[in-house]
């Protein structure tokens, strides 16, 4: 079975525009997670998404949006990117939720310049 | 607000040698924890997942422990290998739908 994916693998922005990630989670599995890493540092938690509805928000400024897809895909959005959210973007996938195991993407990386 | 301690930062070993990672929580209200392997610049593997209710798991030459009233969770690897080679991250998932990670500890492990 496939594990979940991302896309893109890399992403090169300018300052003030605007990105869409996009996740795959793993057949069969409910939730999506999205994290924040950045370098050097354990990755920090976004989103997660249940059933198409959000059930957890992280501390990240309104510029971050998410959204869940009936197939249980899901897109996470970043407003107005300034040079601080450069970062690998991960997401997670789950079949109930924060309950059991999380398996992660290969992950983003988005750089900001 | 929990908080997760990782120590050591760093560990190079010599292939062959068993050791200890460790892994502190600060709230003790959680309901499991999980352990990461990640690879530079990839994604995170998932090597075990402890439940609040568990006391440890194993996985062939990884075994994870869990102490939750004292905080504490340790992953020891046996005979160690070269590939083991990757940065450990532990993780507690708390009443708020996330997990919650420490910063890892970057394991070199030399032939």
């Known amino acids: 079975d496939a594990g979940v994916t991302q896309s893109p693998t890399h992403l090169i922005k300018t300052r003030g525009q605007q990105v869409t990630l996009r996740c795959s989670p793993i057949?069969?599995?409910?939730?999506v997670s999205w994290y924040q890493q950045v370098l050097g540092q354990g990755p920090q938690f976004i989103f997660q998404?249940?059933?198409?509805?959000?059930?957890g928000r992280g501390n990240f400024p309104d510029r971050f949006s998410a959204r869940q897809f009936p197939n249980y895909s899901s897109e996470l959005n970043v407003n107005a990117l300034l040079l601080g959210d450069s970062a690998l973007y991960l997401c997670?996938?789950?079949?109930?939720?924060?309950?059991?195991?999380?398996?992660f993407g290969p992950g983003t990386r988005l750089t900001v310049l | 607000k929990q908080e997760v301690t990782q120590i050591p930062a760093a560990l190079s070993v010599p292939e062959g040698e068993n050791l200890v990672l460790n892994c502190s929580f600060t709230?003790?209200?959680?309901?499991?924890l999980q352990w990461f392997r990640q690879d530079p610049g990839k994604g995170l593997t998932s090597l075990l997942l402890?439940?609040?209710?568990?006391r440890e798991q194993t996985s062939g030459r990884l075994n994870a422990s869990l102490d939750k009233s004292s905080g504490r969770s340790t992953l020891y690897i046996a005979a160690s290998q070269p590939g083991d080679s990757a940065t450990y991250l532990c993780?507690?998932?708390?009443?708020?739908?996330?997990?919650?990670f420490g910063t890892g500890t970057r394991l070199l492990v030399s032939p």
């Open positions: 997670a996938s789950s079949l109930f939720g924060y309950t059991d195991t999380q398996y």
């Open positions: 402890i439940q609040s209710s568990q």
């Open positions: 057949s069969g599995h409910k939730s």
């Open positions: 709230d003790s209200a959680i309901y499991n």
């Open positions: 998404y249940y059933e198409k509805e959000e059930r």
């Open positions: 993780a507690v998932v708390t009443g708020f739908q996330k997990l919650v």
